[in-house]
């Protein structure tokens, strides 16, 4: 009779330990992954800030080049000083980009939640049927 008991608590114990194992190894495939993520997305943010920095300088010397209006006729209307100015397009542009990346971000954020969520119900399944058939 003890030794059914005990055979019934051993089967239990190797059940239990395959279900934590099964949830171990989802947790870690998903740390894993938000870890390349994670590396993606920094090399991605200092490519933003090296190009950033390119249209800056760019900027900078097309602002410092002396001739850089195109020659205009002598019979053109003389050009009004007052000028208004836009946005800045580079601006625009690193935003845009930055506001991609970051909505990608959080999809991918938001599916590494879901498949974790999945995977922690698996989890609960598998001990309430290990529950139910250890009793």
Same mark, same amino acid.
């Given at each position: /009779?003890?030794?059914?008991?005990? /055979?019934?608590?051993?089967?239990?114990?190797?059940?239990?330990?395959? &279900?934590?194992? +099964? =949830? #171990?190894?989802?947790?870690?495939?998903?740390?894993?992954? %938000? &870890?390349?993520?994670?590396?993606?997305?920094?090399?991605?943010?200092? !490519? %933003?800030?090296?190009?950033?920095?390119?249209?800056?300088?760019? %900027? +900078?010397?097309?602002?410092?080049?002396?001739?850089?209006?195109?020659?205009? $006729?002598?019979?053109?209307?003389?050009? !009004? $000083?007052?000028?208004?100015?836009?946005?800045?397009?580079?601006?625009?542009?690193?935003? =845009?980009?930055?506001?991609?990346?970051?909505?990608?971000?959080? &999809?991918?954020?938001?599916?590494? &939640?879901? =498949? #974790?969520?999945? $995977?922690?119900? %698996?989890?609960?399944?598998?001990?309430?049927?290990?529950?139910? +058939?250890?009793?």
């Amino acid at each position: /009779m003890e030794e059914g008991l005990e /055979m019934a608590n051993v089967r239990d114990l190797v059940n239990w330990v395959e &279900v934590y194992q +099964s =949830d #171990f190894n989802a947790e870690r495939e998903a740390r894993e992954r %938000l &870890v390349g993520e994670k590396d993606q997305l920094a090399e991605d943010l200092r !490519h %933003l800030q090296r190009r950033n920095q390119q249209l800056i300088d760019d %900027l +900078s010397k097309y602002q410092q080049t002396p001739n850089r209006q195109p020659p205009t $006729s002598t019979t053109a209307k003389p050009r !009004h $000083s007052l000028c208004i100015r836009g946005p800045d397009p580079q601006e625009i542009l690193f935003h =845009d980009y930055t506001v991609h990346i970051l909505n990608n971000v959080n &999809v991918q954020t938001n599916e590494l &939640v879901r =498949d #974790f969520v999945q $995977s922690k119900t %698996l989890t609960e399944t598998r001990f309430q049927q290990a529950a139910r +058939s250890a009793n």
